[in-house]
């Protein structure tokens, strides 16, 4: 009789935080040093440094992905903050769901929710 498998799950499709240096991200085979998107097929520097000032045309993007994401993780930094209530809510009616979490956290996050296959964006904040 055979044991369990204790193979590892396979790694999810498309781009992958690898690990966290300096105020950046390790993706794939590269180094961001500062903000990251993330879509299921792509992973792109991203300028925003503050989550207070955070409106929608900064997701515009992520929004318009063909199709819409299911949720976007919001990385806001080293620590928890809330993003702004009208962007949010800009967001929200889209039909489009804001998980915010502090930036370590959403991709850590982001690798479990993409190997479930889950169809989301995340936008993380250098931190």
């Given at each position: 009789m055979a044991g369990p498998n204790m193979d590892r799950d396979a790694a999810p499709?498309?781009?992958?935080?690898?690990?966290?240096?300096?105020?950046?991200?390790?993706?794939?085979?590269?180094?961001?040093?500062?903000?990251?998107?993330?879509?299921?097929d792509d992973a792109r520097d991203w300028a925003a440094t503050d989550i207070a000032t955070l409106v929608e045309a900064d997701l515009a993007d992520l929004v318009a992905m063909t199709p819409p994401p299911e949720f976007i993780l919001i990385g806001t930094g080293a620590t928890m903050a809330q993003p702004p209530v009208a962007f949010v809510r800009a967001i929200e009616a889209r039909?489009?769901?804001?998980?915010?979490?502090?930036?370590?956290?959403?991709?850590?996050a982001w690798g479990v929710l993409r190997g479930e296959g889950r169809w989301i964006a995340a936008a993380?904040?250098?931190f």
């Open positions: 499709e498309g781009p992958v935080v690898r690990g966290f240096r300096g105020h950046g991200y390790l993706v794939s085979d590269r180094y961001v040093p500062g903000g990251l998107k993330l879509t299921p039909g489009i769901g804001i998980e915010a979490m502090d930036s370590r956290a959403a991709a850590r993380l904040l250098p």
